[in-house]
């Protein structure tokens, strides 16, 4: 596996995982099996792993440590704060709001590292900004736990370029998490330039449309009951519907190169550019095998170009999320 730099001090695996799945939103998984596939992750060269205290909500975070323990001095742990969480729901009911005030982070930060096991946090994300308070205070208690030896190095998730600045002004950003993939493309120009300009990492989660550019779902059964999805516009059975011709396009290109569909949307992210660290998630073993084999797949810029193009964003019907919920905040 071939290694990325994310700001100055972090050298991870150029894909990593994304673990939320395996606790939260997509309908979780058996504790023994999520074992099993963080063990192989390893085995196979992932070096970055991704979760946050919202998962579950805190099961993910219990999860991922004790899953990671034997390989402590391999592995980059990742983790995320900024909801509000009621600890009485489960899920994305949990998610009550956002806050980033600076008491918050702290008592947050311990809570983290008791549940993770570990002596200090490797990459320490605020997950959503908090428009109420000032990023500088946010991240002025974030600079003190690195001061601390609590957290190594810091992040962002889904901010905005004037805010990422601000934030990277008070304490160097490491890496800036934000939804990023052929169908989602918001990142693209200001955020992905200052990124590059500043020297931060920048880390997409859902790289594969939450599973949509997989070509596994096809229709709203394709995912369980109780899964987040169900919730989002792009997955309603009409847009499944109207969607289901643009998977079928990458799916002939895949064909083309002797890949799967998976492996060719996450190529397509991983060939973006060098400060590019996709975390796709995967519960299952096979498909985790599949995305760390895309890691190797070199895509020419004509092949970028043209899978772009065929797949734009605004040919795909519905939005990322709906109007309402913890999720949706002003950059």
Request: charged fraction near 25%; proline fraction near 5%.
């Amino acid at each position: 596996m071939k290694t990325r730099r994310l700001g100055p001090h972090l050298t991870v695996s150029a894909v990593g995982l994304g673990c939320m799945g395996m606790s939260h939103a997509y309908g979780g998984q058996d504790e023994a099996d999520a074992i099993r596939t963080l063990h192989r992750a390893v085995d196979l060269g992932v070096t970055f792993f991704d979760t946050a205290e919202v998962y579950g909500p805190f099961t993910n975070e219990v999860l991922v440590g004790k899953a990671l323990k034997p390989y402590r001095d391999r592995v980059t742990i990742a983790t995320k704060f900024g909801f509000r969480i009621d600890a009485g729901k489960t899920g994305t009911d949990a998610m009550t709001g956002v806050d980033g005030r600076p008491e918050h982070v702290r008592e947050v930060a311990e809570a983290s590292l008791r549940r993770l096991g570990v002596e200090a946090i490797d990459l320490f994300y605020q997950h959503r900004v908090d428009p109420q308070v000032p990023i500088e205070e946010t991240v002025g208690a974030m600079a003190d736990l690195v001061r601390q030896g609590k957290v190594r190095a810091l992040g962002l998730s889904e901010a905005g370029a004037d805010i990422i600045r601000r934030a990277h002004a008070t304490h160097p950003i490491s890496a800036l998490q934000s939804e990023y993939s052929l169908w989602t493309r918001d990142p693209e120009g200001e955020i992905l330039d200052t990124c590059r300009e500043l020297g931060i990492g920048f880390v997409p989660f859902s790289p594969l449309g939450r599973g949509f550019l997989t070509g596994k779902i096809q229709k709203t059964e394709d995912i369980g009951a109780d899964d987040f999805r169900r919730t989002l516009p792009r997955f309603s059975a009409e847009n499944l519907a109207a969607n289901a011709s643009l998977v079928s396009l990458l799916e002939e290109m895949a064909g083309e190169k002797g890949v799967t569909a998976a492996q060719l949307a996450l190529a397509w992210v991983v060939n973006q550019a060098d400060f590019i660290v996709p975390i796709p998630g995967a519960r299952r073993i096979e498909h985790l095998e599949q995305n760390v084999a895309a890691a190797g797949i070199v895509l020419s810029p004509e092949e970028l170009a043209t899978l772009g193009a065929l797949l734009a964003p605004e040919k795909f019907a519905g939005g990322r999320y709906g109007d309402s919920g913890a999720w949706v905040t002003k950059r």
